[in-house]
């Protein structure tokens, strides 16, 4: 089989980075040397200047299939990972229907093992998403599926979310929660303030997602249970969170790029494409995530990304959908939230390590047949790593994009860093910054 | 801020100056003349169109609205739509591409959800947008016809003109607004007016009826209702927007009535002169009494009557005025 040749990279180990030469052959990886005399079919990637470390592993990728293919489907939601630097992608499973039995998970792993990804699968934890009753949970554990999430909304009844954690626990999953009371949230479209009040948009307050953080963090106290909490968008959740985590409870959390680069007062020009739940929230919450970033306590950088196609977001305000683009520019967006001087460990770690055992995606599980994803960077490992230029100026355009849908916030923004090239289990799919 | 509406949309009192609210009034005033003559009619917009587009349903400033536009010699094109955009299928930005097809100069529009003008705007932006309400939003012509009814009235009493006084008869004003205030996009465009203008504005609700965000307006909030009425220059009552939740934010009809309604008891409070306004449509018997609708003090009637004259200097301003700079 093919062999592909990293010349010259920061190799960024979990412990210590080192400028050497990365030898992949037959999907793994052969040897990380100073020097490599590569063999001479192998296809050569210059990493000079670049980080090469683990591939990315996005926790939160709606893919839209089955049931929205006009706004994504599996092939094109890989096709926008890839470009970004993910290996592998955890499906949510708000599709229509939602993926909460075994016929719809093994529909997407299929679907998924037909691109060069490894697509992951979240399965829901209650029937229909309907927070009522609980989806066959085991029998998806089965299939392989590691996480289970009613994503797109929490679990509101706290019995149902108790009862869904105790039956979870034995399992060996991972329930993941969307944080925000949606009675307190009260339909609103956007961060309750100041602005809300002024551009007459019923609000969701911050209290909508800190309240069912705290049940949620007591919960996991009662019954023992890991917990995920998905898209914290406020200091204050972020401070609970750590806070448990501090006391020993199994509860873990990520944060999406839209959360630490955007505040509120995008929505001022009503523009449907910064609507989005848990809301843009104030500057103060922009800050404390990337302050949080900074300080490497955040377990995880997901994209949330949500395709609409394009005439949902020609509606008012109030009517479109929620949901933004996440996974062509999340990479960048961590970077630039990280600072320039940053160490490319943390960026490793929020990225690829961080989520990768969060979604347990591991070699040994011959069901689902996904490689291992998040590795030290050392001989004998899959071969899943990203190659990032730092360096790189860019700007966004939403007309070319990978993925089917458009509604990215970012259009016309200047980027710093790009992932220049995407190694998915010893193949390369991405390669000076463009798909093979 | 915007120092004159010549030439532009106008989607909300939030940004304009007080000489670019002054200018819609002064304008306002050579157009009720215009309204007294037996032929109301000036050629001032011949050859331009106007479409009216009320995506939620309107009596009152619909046919002000067109009225107004009609007066000054514009075609207007009148167009029934669905309430929802969803429901009909179609987008907000191929219902606004549709009607740009067909030629027009200006769009005025009212739409359940904020922030629906602004949206339009940035779909045609050849286009004068005139927001006839969003949402929760603002209704930039009701705030500028509520101004111009104040200071029509007392410069009458002062002796003096509209165009004389400037905003002079608003400095120190007390002007106080009662009612749903949280719902209100009458009201978000009224404070906006009577603030710039000098005003000293105050709110009286019940506590869900405020809005969230009420610290960071230019009013302050009353404690006591009566006191209140006893200290205002003139009364602004709101209606319950109940089409816009807010029956879940009083316990009753009644309940209201008793907290927050003028009856003719409270009404005793009232200075003599006190002027009593409400945008209408009025429920009577909830937020105000019959009884002290019909009482001389109040000048609901000159409210609607001035509608036309102000929507015509909207009009006029906005279409036929030129950019400066």
């Known amino acids: 089989m093919s062999a592909i040749i990293i010349r010259q990279g920061l190799v960024v180990g979990e412990h210590a980075t080192v400028v050497a030469d990365v030898l992949i052959v037959d999907g793994r990886i052969a040897e990380v040397a100073a020097t490599i005399d590569a063999p001479s079919d192998a296809r050569e990637v210059d990493a000079r200047d670049c980080w090469v470390g683990p591939g990315f592993v996005d926790l939160h990728s709606h893919l839209r299939e089955p049931g929205r293919e006009a706004a994504e489907s599996i092939e094109s939601g890989a096709r926008a990972g890839a470009l970004g630097g993910y290996c592998a992608l955890v499906a949510m499973p708000n599709t229509e229907p939602a993926l909460d039995n075994v016929a719809l998970v093994s529909f997407v792993l299929e679907r998924g093992a037909r691109t060069p990804l490894d697509i992951a699968v979240a399965g829901a934890i209650t029937q229909g998403r309907r927070g009522e009753l609980l989806a066959p949970m085991a029998e998806m554990a089965a299939l392989g599926v590691r996480i289970f999430t009613d994503d797109g909304v929490g679990v509101q009844d706290s019995s149902v979310m108790r009862r869904a954690l105790?039956?979870?626990?034995?399992?060996?999953?991972?329930?993941?929660?969307?944080?925000?009371?949606?009675?307190?949230?009260?339909?609103?479209?956007?961060?309750?303030?100041?602005?809300?009040?002024?551009?007459?948009?019923?609000?969701?307050?911050?209290?909508?997602?800190?309240?069912?953080?705290?049940?949620?963090?007591?919960?996991?106290?009662?019954t023992g249970a890991p917990l995920h909490f998905l898209h914290l968008s406020t200091g204050r959740s972020v401070q609970m969170v750590l806070g448990a985590r501090d006391e020993g409870l199994p509860v873990t959390f990520e944060v999406a790029p839209h959360h630490f680069t955007l505040d509120e007062g995008a929505c001022a020009s009503y523009d449907p494409v910064f609507k989005v739940h848990p809301p843009l929230r104030s500057p103060s919450d922009v800050a404390a995530l990337r302050e949080a970033l900074r300080r490497g306590v955040v377990d995880a950088v997901a994209t949330d990304h949500a395709p609409h196609a394009p005439e949902l977001k020609d509606l008012v305000f109030d009517e479109a959908p929620a949901g933004m683009l996440g996974l062509e520019h999340a990479a960048a967006l961590t970077f630039e939230a990280l600072g320039p001087s940053s160490d490319p460990r943390t960026f490793f770690q929020v990225l690829s390590r961080g989520p990768a055992r969060i979604a347990q995606l591991r070699a040994d599980d011959i069901r689902v047949r996904h490689s291992a994803h998040g590795a030290a960077m050392v001989s004998g490992e899959d071969a899943n790593v990203t190659v990032f230029d730092p360096g790189s100026r860019w700007s966004v355009d939403r007309h070319t994009l990978e993925s089917r849908s458009m509604n990215t916030p970012y259009d016309g923004r200047a980027m710093s860093g790009r992932v220049r090239a995407t190694i998915v289990k010893g193949r390369l799919v991405v390669d000076q910054g463009l798909l093979t | 801020m915007i120092?004159?509406?010549?030439?532009?949309?106008?989607?909300?009192?939030?940004?304009?100056?007080?000489?670019?609210?002054?200018?819609?009034?002064?304008?306002?005033?050579?157009?009720?003349?215009?309204?007294?003559?037996?032929?109301?009619?000036?050629?001032?917009?011949?050859?331009?169109?106007?479409?009216?587009?009320?995506?939620?349903?309107?009596?009152?400033?619909?046919?002000?609205?067109?009225?107004?536009?009609?007066?000054?010699?514009?075609?207007?094109?009148?167009?029934?739509?669905?309430?929802?955009?969803?429901?009909?299928?179609?987008?907000?930005?191929?219902?606004?591409?549709?009607?740009?097809?067909?030629?027009?100069?200006?769009?005025?529009?009212?739409?359940?959800?904020?922030?629906?003008?602004?949206?339009?705007?940035?779909?045609?932006?050849?286009?004068?947008?005139?927001?006839?309400?969003?949402?929760?939003?603002?209704?930039?012509?009701?705030?500028?016809?509520?101004?111009?009814?104040?200071?029509?009235?007392?410069?009458?009493?002062?002796?003096?003109?509209?165009?004389?006084?400037?905003?002079?008869?608003?400095?120190?004003?007390?002007?106080?607004?009662?009612?749903?205030?949280?719902?209100?996009?009458?009201?978000?465009?009224?404070?906006?007016?009577?603030?710039?203008?000098?005003?000293?504005?105050r709110l009286c609700a019940p506590g869900t009826l405020l809005p969230e965000d009420v610290k960071t307006w230019p009013v302050t909030v009353a404690g006591d209702f009566d006191d209140a009425l006893a200290w205002a220059d003139v009364v602004g009552l709101l209606r319950l927007q109940s089409e816009r939740g807010s029956g879940a934010f009083v316990a009753s009809l009644s309940e209201f009535t008793f907290s927050h309604g003028l009856t003719v008891e409270r009404a005793r409070c009232l200075k003599s002169d006190a002027l009593i306004m409400h945008p209408g449509p009025m429920n009577r018997g909830v937020e105000i009494d019959s009884r002290v609708v019909d009482s001389s003090r109040a000048v609901v009637e000159r409210q609607v009557s001035n509608g036309v004259p102000i929507r015509m200097a909207v009009l006029y301003l906005s279409v036929a005025g030129s950019r400066e700079g």
Not at chain 2, 5 to 15: A, E, F, K, W, Y
Not at chain 2, 152 to 165: A, C, M, P, V, Y
């Open chain 1, 166 to 222: 105790t039956y979870a626990r034995p399992l060996g999953v991972r329930l993941a929660q969307h944080c925000e009371d949606e009675q307190l949230a009260a339909g609103g479209t956007m961060n309750e303030g100041a602005l809300s009040g002024r551009l007459g948009l019923v609000g969701r307050p911050a209290l909508a997602e800190e309240l069912m953080v705290m049940r949620d963090i007591e919960l996991v106290r009662m």
């Open chain 2, 3 to 201: 120092e004159s509406i010549r030439g532009r949309s106008l989607l909300s009192l939030d940004d304009l100056s007080k000489e670019a609210i002054v200018e819609v009034l002064d304008t306002a005033e050579s157009f009720v003349e215009v309204n007294r003559r037996s032929i109301k009619k000036v050629p001032a917009l011949k050859g331009r169109v106007v479409a009216s587009l009320f995506f939620e349903e309107s009596t009152r400033t619909r046919l002000s609205f067109e009225t107004a536009a009609k007066r000054l010699s514009a075609d207007v094109l009148s167009l029934a739509v669905a309430s929802s955009s969803v429901k009909k299928g179609e987008s907000l930005r191929d219902t606004i591409a549709t009607i740009d097809a067909l030629g027009i100069d200006a769009v005025v529009m009212r739409h359940r959800s904020s922030g629906a003008a602004l949206q339009v705007s940035r779909y045609v932006p050849h286009v004068r947008v005139i927001n006839g309400g969003d949402g929760q939003h603002q209704h930039p012509t009701q705030g500028l016809l509520d101004a111009f009814t104040i200071r029509q009235i007392l410069s009458e009493r002062h002796d003096t003109t509209g165009l004389e006084s400037g905003a002079s008869l608003f400095e120190g004003l007390r002007i106080l607004i009662v009612g749903d205030i949280r719902h209100s996009r009458v009201a978000r465009s009224d404070v906006a007016a009577y603030a710039t203008l000098g005003a000293e504005v």
